[in-house]
C-alpha cells in the first residue's frame, strides 16, 4: 500500500476520533493539536519504526540566584530522595512467570473485550490464557511507551520550570521515569516476552506534549492527565492480577507516580493563578480534547489487528471494547484521579463543566485531588 493510499484509509478510520477530539471548537487548541493528530493518528509514524524524531521548541531556564523559596515543593524533593528504590534488586526477578499458569491468571477473563461473545466460548482454556497473555502484553506496552513519554517530558520540564525546588524535584522525576521504563521493559521482554508498538492516540498525545513550547502545557498534560491516567491504571491492574512480581512491581512505581501528580498540582495550582482569560480558556479546552483522546487510547486497534481483524469488524471491536469491564474500569480509575486535580487546579469552570458533565464525567470531581506519597495509603485508597 503507497503512502496515500495508507493516509486515505486512516483518514477515514480516524474520522469519528478526529470529530469527537474536536468538540471544544478552540481553534488556538485545535491547531496545537493538528500536528500530532496528523502524524499520530493519519501517517501512523511510530508504526513499525524503531524511532522516530519529534522538534522540542522550549527555553531552558537558568536560575543563578539558586532560591529555595517553595517549601512544598522542597518537602516533596525530600520525600523522593528518601523513595528511591533499585529495579534490578528491590524486585524479586527470580520469581517464575508463566502467562498460562491458571493458578497465577494475569488478568481476569472477564477483562477481555470479547469474553461475553460466543466467538469466546469457542475457544478452549488454553487459547483463553493465551489471549489473556496478550492482552495485558498491549496494556504493558502501552505502559512502557508511556513511560517513555514521561522520562522525556521530566527532562524538559526541569530545563524550563523557572523555580529551583522545582528544578531539584524534577530531577528525581527523571531518575523515576527512568525506572519505570527499566522495569515495564524488563517484564515484558523477560517475562511475558511480548511487545506492542505505541497505540495512535497515545502517540499523538506524546508527540503534543514534546513539541509544544510551554513548560505549563507539558506538566498540565504528562503530570495531571498521563499521569493521573497511570496512577489509576496502576492501581486497577495490582488489584486483578493473580502474578505476584507484577503486583511487587506495580505498588512500588504507584508510590512514584503519586509523588509526580502531586507535583503537578503544586505546581500548577501557582502557575495558573496568573492566567488571562483566554489563557485559561486555552487551557481547560486542551485538557479536555486531551481527556477524549486518553479515553480513546484503550481501545486496543493494534492488539484487535493482531487477534480478531478477521471475526469483528472495527465498529463491533469499539462497541465491544467500549463496553467491556476493563474499559469501564480504566475510565473510571483514569477520571477519578483526573478530574478532581483539574478542579484543583483551576481548570474545572463553569464554562467547561458542561462538556465534562455531557460524558458523565462530573460525578469523579468531588474525590481525593491528589493522592498521599505512601504505598499504604494508595492502596487502602483504591
Same mark, same amino acid.
Given at each position: 500500500m503507497t503512502t496515500l493510499a495508507r493516509a486515505v484509509l486512516n483518514l477515514g478510520r480516524s474520522g469519528p476520533v478526529l470529530r469527537e477530539a474536536s468538540a471544544s471548537g478552540n481553534l488556538k487548541v485545535l491547531a496545537s493539536l /493538528? *500536528?500530532?493528530?496528523y502524524r499520530g493518528l493519519i501517517m501512523q509514524e511510530a508504526r513499525g519504526a524503531q524511532s522516530t524524531a519529534m522538534p522540542a521548541g522550549h527555553r531552558a531556564i537558568f536560575d543563578w540566584s539558586y532560591l529555595r523559596d517553595r517549601p512544598q515543593l522542597a518537602r516533596l524533593y525530600e520525600a523522593a530522595k528518601s523513595s528511591q528504590w533499585n529495579a534490578a534488586t528491590d524486585l524479586d526477578w527470580?520469581?517464575?512467570?508463566?502467562?498460562l499458569d491458571p493458578e497465577h491468571p494475569l488478568i481476569p477473563e472477564d $477483562?477481555?473485550?470479547?469474553s461475553t461473545t460466543a466467538t469466546w466460548r469457542t475457544l478452549s482454556d488454553r487459547e483463553r490464557m493465551k489471549q489473556r497473555h496478550a492482552?495485558?502484553?498491549?496494556? /504493558?506496552?502501552? $505502559?512502557?511507551h508511556g513511560e517513555q513519554g514521561a522520562l522525556f517530558a521530566a527532562c524538559q %520540564?526541569? +530545563?524550563? %520550570?523557572?523555580?529551583?525546588?522545582?528544578k531539584l524535584y524534577g530531577s528525581s522525576q527523571v531518575m523515576d521515569e527512568g525506572r519505570h521504563v527499566e522495569v515495564f521493559h524488563g517484564y515484558l521482554t523477560r517475562k511475558l516476552e511480548k511487545l506492542y508498538e505505541i497505540n495512535d492516540n497515545l502517540y499523538t498525545i506524546v508527540d503534543a506534549l514534546m513539541t509544544d513550547s510551554r513548560w505549563d502545557m507539558k506538566f498540565l498534560g504528562m503530570q495531571i492527565m498521563i499521569e493521573g491516567l497511570a496512577l489509576g491504571a496502576f492501581g486497577t491492574f495490582? +488489584?486483578?492480577?493473580g502474578e505476584p512480581l507484577l503486583r511487587q512491581l506495580l505498588t512500588a512505581v504507584i508510590t512514584d507516580e503519586a509523588r509526580h501528580v502531586h507535583f503537578g498540582v503544586l505546581a500548577l495550582q501557582e502557575c495558573f493563578r496568573g492566567l488571562t482569560e483566554r489563557e485559561q480558556r486555552e487551557r481547560e479546552d486542551w485538557a479536555f480534547e486531551v481527556s477524549l483522546l486518553l479515553r480513546n487510547r484503550f481501545l486496543a486497534w493494534e492488539f484487535y489487528e493482531e487477534h480478531w481483524a478477521h471475526a469483528f469488524g472495527r465498529v463491533e471491536w469499539e462497541r /465491544?471494547?467500549? +463496553?467491556?469491564? /476493563?474499559? *469501564?474500569?480504566f475510565r473510571q480509575t483514569m477520571f477519578k484521579r483526573i478530574i478532581p486535580n483539574l478542579k484543583r487546579i483551576g481548570l474545572l469552570s463553569e464554562r467547561i463543566r458542561p462538556r465534562y458533565d455531557e460524558l458523565g464525567l462530573l460525578v469523579y470531581e468531588d474525590g481525593r485531588p491528589a493522592p498521599e506519597l505512601t504505598a499504604a495509603d494508595l492502596l487502602a485508597d483504591r
Open positions: /493538528l *500536528g500530532p493528530a527470580s520469581i517464575s512467570v508463566d502467562p $477483562f477481555h473485550p470479547i492482552l495485558l502484553s498491549w496494556v /504493558l506496552s502501552q $505502559f512502557l %520540564v526541569t +530545563e524550563a %520550570v523557572p523555580w529551583l525546588d522545582a495490582r +488489584e486483578i492480577t /465491544l471494547s467500549v +463496553e467491556s469491564k /476493563l474499559m *469501564g474500569s
